[in-house]
């Protein structure tokens, strides 16, 4: 999706919805937005959260947080918040992130989206999701203009949500590149080892440059960009889920210079690995 079919949206705020929870036989979105977000943008939420809300990060990269995990999200990716779940998602990048969001209630909500939440589903990458922004520009569209009665509005919600769990089972799938494809699929493997953007180029058979411009284009930021998040990700699991020294961790995630991987991690993530550990 261009940019220019979503940027107009941008600065108006949120549009609301009209809500009509009481009614089982209906769907409705309470807000909607699209919104961009600087490099310190964050929101932390306890799990009083009531909504079920959909995400499409539009621009840009950051974490998300929620179930005791943390993922990370970039250009394209979606992420699903249900009620009653604390989270956290920021930016972390220097530049600007846009997401595309809505906040839903009402029908049935809370059995569709426990197709995702039981499976631990919070998160869905590398998908073609034009469809799905389309269908929130959308609705966004019409909430603003304010055209639509619920009956309307609820057929649109409910068509959303169905292809959202059409997508989510696998179809259809991004079409990527297929040396941006194959670079990822690599990385996603060899991650903590020390990968050499030319080499992995060389073996594609495709230029540095080449590769580098495919994932700005399509991932929103750069091959060694993605190592070091995907690093900071499983720093982040193993900090959580073992007793390993951060100098232990800082090695096996590839980081060798434990003072470095403090600089990169609180970058990544707004603290230090220890506090991040401590639960601060």
């Given at each position: 999706m261009e940019r220019e079919h979503w940027e107009e949206l941008l600065g108006f705020g949120y549009a609301r919805g009209t809500e009509v929870k009481t009614d089982k036989f209906l769907f409705s979105v309470s807000r909607a937005g699209c919104s961009e977000c600087n490099e310190n943008f964050e929101i932390i939420r306890e799990n009083d959260y009531k909504f079920y809300t959909i995400h499409v990060l539009l621009e840009g990269y950051g974490f998300f947080q929620i179930a005791g995990k943390e993922y990370f999200l970039k250009k394209g990716d979606v992420f699903l918040i249900t009620p009653g779940q604390a989270h956290m998602y920021c930016n972390r990048s220097s530049s600007s992130l846009v997401l595309l969001w809505a906040e839903m209630q009402g029908g049935n909500c809370k059995e569709i989206f426990s197709r995702f939440s039981?499976?631990?589903?919070?998160?869905?990458?590398?998908?073609?999701?034009?469809?799905?922004?389309?269908?929130?520009?959308?609705?966004?569209?019409?909430?603003?203009?304010?055209?639509?009665?619920?009956?309307?509005?609820?057929?649109?919600?409910?068509?959303?949500?169905?292809?959202?769990?059409?997508?989510?089972?696998?179809?259809?799938?991004?079409?990527?590149?297929?040396?941006?494809?194959?670079?990822?699929?690599?990385?996603?493997?060899?991650?903590?080892?020390?990968?050499?953007?030319?080499?992995?180029?060389?073996?594609?058979?495709?230029?540095h440059t080449y590769l580098n411009r495919l994932f700005h284009k399509s991932m929103g930021l750069s091959p060694n960009r993605y190592i070091t998040m995907k690093r900071v990700e499983y720093a982040c699991y193993l900090l959580k889920t073992t007793e390993m020294s951060c100098d232990e961790i800082?090695?096996?995630?590839?980081?060798?210079?434990?003072?470095?991987?403090?600089?990169?991690?609180?970058?990544?993530?707004?603290?230090?690995?220890?506090?991040?550990?401590?639960?601060?």
């Open positions: 039981i499976t631990g589903m919070y998160t869905l990458q590398n998908l073609q999701a034009d469809k799905l922004i389309r269908q929130l520009l959308d609705m966004l569209w019409h909430m603003k203009e304010g055209k639509k009665n619920v009956y309307e509005s609820s057929g649109e919600v409910y068509t959303l949500l169905m292809y959202l769990l059409e997508t989510a089972e696998g179809v259809p799938r991004q079409q990527l590149p297929k040396p941006l494809l194959q670079a990822l699929s690599y990385i996603d493997e060899n991650f903590t080892e020390q990968i050499r953007i030319q080499e992995l180029a060389d073996q594609l058979h495709v230029s800082s090695e096996r995630i590839g980081l060798y210079d434990n003072a470095y991987f403090y600089k990169v991690f609180k970058k990544a993530v707004g603290m230090t690995p220890v506090s991040y550990r401590n639960g601060k």
